[in-house]
């Protein structure tokens, strides 16, 4: 009976030292966390990132077909050992047949067609811009010979304030014009025959009066200048609506006039 006894007792122990093992096992294991539910935003944003990546693999795909197709174009040409297109019309039936790699050729053509004219337009402008220098360049040398002291006279304040109140060809011919130097050169001959006309006035105080008289008596009549033979009188305001041909045709019979007395300012009179 006593042994009997302390087997039911190992049992019992044995019974309880497994559960406490159990028990102990359960604790170690932590339960599974629940699921959590995600937000609206996270949602929206697993969406369009699916959406981006369904977009690339369709690019991805579109590009690996045309890739493929354009290398058995290739293959294709090279297996045949198609002979380049000569004439306009081989041309226009091997794009036809070939047409991705006549893209490719056309737009290589364009670009290579490009770079030419830009550089061709880039030369022309630099040629142009040396052309007009030399012109520059030759024209006031040609308005030396005509007038070798022009270099002082346009660094002189007299000169500047004349143009100021001259007409405006004349005010074209010295500040605009840069190529014609016979223009600026008759430009330079009324100046100088303006300051010959103004020492005339100082020695001869009589001539001016007259000239004034001549004047007033020229505006009272309302007549134009005689251009027949013989001496003339010359209008300033008739030469101040001449151009810049029919100043050149009569120049010298005008600086004729100024020099001898004959040169009516019916505009600048009152001023001078």
């Known amino acids: 009976m006593i042994e009997s006894t302390n087997k039911y007792r190992n ?10 093992i159990k028990e102990l096992t359960n604790q170690a294991t932590p339960p599974a966390p629940e699921p ?16 981006l990546r369904k977009h690339q693999q369709s690019v ?14 290739v293959n294709e040409a090279a297996k045949a050992k198609i002979e380049p297109p000569k004439t306009k019309e081989e041309i226009i039936e091997w794009a036809k047949e070939y047409p991705d790699i006549a893209a490719i050729f056309k737009t290589m053509a364009m670009e290579e067609s490009q770079a030419v004219k830009a550089d061709i337009e880039e030369k022309i402008k ?17 308005l030396l010979d005509y007038h070798p002291d022009f270099g002082k006279i346009k660094d002189s304040k007299e000169f500047h304030e004349w ?10 011919a010295l500040y605009v014009n840069e190529t014609d130097a016979y223009l600026a050169a008759r430009a330079v001959d009324l100046y100088k025959a303006d300051l010959e006309k103004q020492r005339k006035v100082k020695d001869a105080p009589k001539r001016e009066i007259e000239t004034r008289d001549a004047a007033a008596q020229s505006m009272r ?25 029919e100043y050149a045709k009569y120049a010298k019979e005008i600086d004729e006039a100024i020099a001898s007395g004959n040169f009516v300012y019916d505009i600048s009179g009152a001023a001078r």
């Open 60 to 73: 991805e795909n579109t590009l690996k077909q045309e890739i493929d197709n354009l290398r058995k174009q």
């Open 221 to 245: 009549s309302n007549s134009a200048p005689d251009l027949g033979s013989g001496p003339k009188k010359w209008l300033e305001s008739e030469v101040d609506k001449m151009n810049s041909r």
């Open 163 to 172: 143009i100021e109140h001259q007409p405006k060809w004349i005010e074209d």
């Open 11 to 20: 049992r019992e122990k044995d019974k309880e030292l497994e559960e406490e």
């Open 36 to 51: 959590v539910a995600a937000t609206p935003e996270e949602e929206t944003w697993k969406k369009r990132y699916g959406d």
């Open 126 to 142: 630099a040629l142009q811009e040396v052309e007009i220098k030399q012109r520059r360049k030759t024209a006031y040398q040609e």
